[in-house]
């Protein structure tokens, strides 16, 4: 319980503060009531409305503004006046910044007047979705300027539905970080992975360097999550100029935590017949040694259908390898590539490889082919590993109205790698076949789902093995019920000389499904095993709640142990798409539990 | 973030116009004992015949609503009416539906009028049924 309220303690800080000051063009609204989602950034008015821009004024009835787009209609008696110029009509389709807009008059033909190109569709989301978000506000006056920064006036807030004090003026939405030097503060926020958390940007901006850091001070040990005390993750990429062009990029990363580090500085250059990269990494952890790596990468481009490029790295262990490769467009659905590559490693473990690869890819109208061919010579025990693979795929042959499918494929490998002082050589051809069926419609409005796959390998020509897969699903739905019936038969088999051996598994799900996918579903499943006997059954639901709360549960019923293997019971929310909160029952932990997850 | 408190109750927001609250087309609809009971189309996919649901909230007094279809190069197609309420009453919410069978397939613009106001307008598209 303590927990619970430190959190709620701290969810009120969640509300992120901004210290920008407004400043530029912006837009006007005054009517009788606003309503503005966090979540879906999305504002609906109604009631003398007024729009107010420079020296125009637009007054209607209803107002449908995505802030997302910064595209927006109004609707009703519509009034529109700018010095002289007024204008009556039925819709104004309007977009910002600059404010540009479309009218529309309907009688028996649209009439349109205004700017052509402005789009008359905007996504409607009404007064009843708003609210359902788990913060909004309320208000009759607000300010916007084209970073999207709202300033609002006589506003009620409204956290989970439940009404908050009335404010006079309240700054509802941040708009864009202004791009110059400063410390910005994001957040104050808790999650089981990093306890309490500050995240503060700071925003880098001169003539000689330019980027965003990321810092996030975090304290484990508050809510007792981890052993690990408090700590700082930073992370961010930014830049060094010179006479206005980007010379240098970097990327820092530093975790103060397991006291590891990883910074890249990197400069390329794109010129008229070449272009180069050159890049320097130097990573870290405590009790482990300094990671150095130079890379570099030149490209020779002024070639019509090669482009060879050079590529080398180097650690300070005397560590390096070297790569040259050309690829090389045939036609345009050929690609051919011919490479080289030596690495030679001289750290601990001492290697010197030398790789030669060519691989052709081509797309035809009735087949893709694939084709890689290697040599790789270990420079040290002068012995040479072999690959060649060639794979074929015929492009879906289409029968019955395009109702059957299928699909076949075939490949063949060859490899031959040293073994003591002879080789071992490896020969592996097989195909697929995949016959599927888009749906046969049956009497009573049944459908069924047939598909068959074959598969077969000839494994150095010793052992073979012959796969078979036939699926079979007969479905049927009735409004918002659903009932399928799904059946497998899966046959291996493997023949090694003379021998064969193998085995056939079989089963059968039934499935009842019963959903509105807006307010609820019910998944009910019965699993027949080998034996088509009854094995388990289980039930999933959801159901959805007011302020977006979900009810779901999870039950799994073993028949043959006559006993509940998994209960799951819980009550789920979600906190401006950040957070979820989930409560419940769970019979895997014997426990009644309480958490709160980050939402990725 | 907070500049000051101190709003009369007047100055506060206050909905009360009328508005669309939800909009649907399915392939059929029935009225039994004032709960709608809906044949949804399948997928999604909307064909020629369908009926159109609407609800619109916040309803004083009596009302008169048109719903207009118009063709992609703006000329009107179809339209219906509805009347309802009764002068001094208050309705929380009105249904209307009704059928559309002489649309073919194609996109059209269709707009709601509540009281001679335009209060929503929105887009369709109408799938060619197979078969």
Redesign the interface.
Known sequence: MARLIKYLFLSLLF?E??VLIFAGESLYFKG????YSDDLDYI?G??KIVLTYESLTIRG??VYFDIKNLKG?I???IHVKKNEYEKRC??LFFRVFPLEFLCEI???????EGIKDVE??VI?K???NLKKSALYY???EFKINKDRKIKAK???PFVMGLIS???????IKRGKIPEKTMLYFKNINYSELDGVSLSLLFRLRNKLMKGDYDFKFYDRKLFKNSDEKRGVLVSGQGGVFFNKNKFLDLSAFLNSGDKSFNLTLSHKKDCKYFSYSLSQNISGREHLQTFFELSSNLTFKKMRYIQPTLSFTHNLKSSYAYKISTPLNIWKKMNLNIGMERKILRDNFRSDMLDISTSLKADLSLISLSSDLNFAKDMLEESIRKNFSVSMNLKPLLFLDSNVSIDISSFYMFSELPYVETSYKRITPGVNVNVSSSGILLPAGFVIYPSFIFNQVWNNKESNSTNFNHLLSIEK?L??FRFSLDYSLISRYKSENFWVEGYNSKNINVNFEFKNESNYSFYLKFYFNDNLALENISLTNRVNLPFDITLSSFFLFYKQENKFQSIEIFIEKKVRNKIKIQGGYSLALKRFFLKFLVVQ | ???????KPE???????S????IEFVKNVENIKGKLK???F?HGIITSPFYFILKI?EVENKGELFI?F?NIN???KDEKSFEFGDFGKYYEYVICFDRIDKLTSGRY?Y?I?FNN???????LNLNEKKG
């Open positions: 509300v503060t901004s009788d009531y606003f309503i609906y109604s009631g009835d209803i209609v609707y009703g008696d039925n819709a309907y009688l028996d033909n649209i009439n349109k008359d569709f409607k009404s007064p009843d309320e208000f009759r006589k506003v009620i004090i009335p404010l006079k003026k309240l700054t739905e409004g918002k | 973030m907070v500049s000051s408190c101190g709003v100055q506060l927001p206050f909905l009360s116009h508005y669309i609250s939800k809906k044949e949804r399948k909230k207009k118009y703006g000329k009107k613009h707009i009028f106001r335009l209060i929503y307008e929105d887009y």
